[in-house]
């Protein structure tokens, strides 16, 4: 166990429509990335927050934003879906001594 | 700009033979490394983890990587595959003085057969 909880883990809704996905990070963490995994275009960083502030951007589309709120936890929003988004979203946090990243076990969305 | 170079997309071995799993690095700054593993439907796992101590690094489940500056490298070894070392593995490098960049490589996809 990470201590990184990503919630819902598997998720199936139709094109045109819009998620949230939620993260958790490592108790004492203050960063939260959001990661996509697909088949065909493996491992992408989509977005960093750090306390509450966006730290970096990633190939993140216009369609999803994200936010970290005070108590750290995290939202990735993904509207007007499309096939394409279908994939494995993952959520990390980092240890900032070292920068190892402990990631949750994914958010599954399959769009029909 | 930082980049890593994962070489192989695809790795066959046999169990019991050694495993390599190659990864160039380009880094404007003295990097952090890291090798991560990733089973089918898991979470990524930390594998073992380079941040400018010894140049040989041991990690967990019998591998191991040696950092080499001049050959800008940090490949992912292990003596003697086991079937349950079949995964996805990644390798990672952060940029140390912006502590916050961090990217992947595309993967190397490990298969062990019987």
């Known amino acids: 166990d990470s201590g990184v909880t990503q919630t819902p883990k598997h998720l199936i809704t139709a094109t045109g429509q819009r998620v949230t996905l939620r993260c958790s990070p490592r108790s004492g963490d203050l960063s939260v990335y959001w990661y996509q995994q697909s088949l065909d275009q493996g491992l992408q960083f989509l977005i960093q927050y750090y306390n509450g502030e966006e730290r970096a951007k990633g190939n993140i589309l216009e369609r999803f934003s994200a936010q970290q709120f005070p108590d750290l936890h995290s939202e990735l929003n993904l509207s007007s879906l499309e096939l394409g988004d279908s994939a494995l979203y993952f959520c990390?946090?980092?240890?900032?001594?070292?920068?190892?990243?402990?990631f949750g076990e994914g958010s599954r969305l399959t769009v029909l | 700009a930082q980049s890593v170079t994962q070489l192989d997309s695809h790795v066959s071995v046999s169990e019991g033979t050694p495993v390599l799993l190659r990864c160039n690095y380009s880094?404007?700054?003295?990097?952090?490394l890291f090798w991560y593993v990733q089973h089918p439907n898991k979470g990524l796992q930390l594998l073992l983890k380079?941040?400018?101590?010894?140049?040989l690094v041991k990690g967990i489940n019998g591998f191991e990587a040696e950092f080499k500056k001049s050959e800008t490298s940090f490949h992912l070894t292990k003596p003697s595959a086991h079937m349950s070392d079949a995964a996805e593995y990644l390798c990672v490098v952060t940029d140390n003085q912006a502590g916050t960049a961090l990217i992947f490589g595309k993967g190397t996809t490990l298969s062990v057969s019987s």
């Open positions: 990390a946090s980092n240890s900032v001594l070292t920068g190892e990243l402990f």
């Open positions: 380079y941040t400018s101590a010894a140049t």
């Open positions: 880094s404007s700054y003295s990097p952090s």
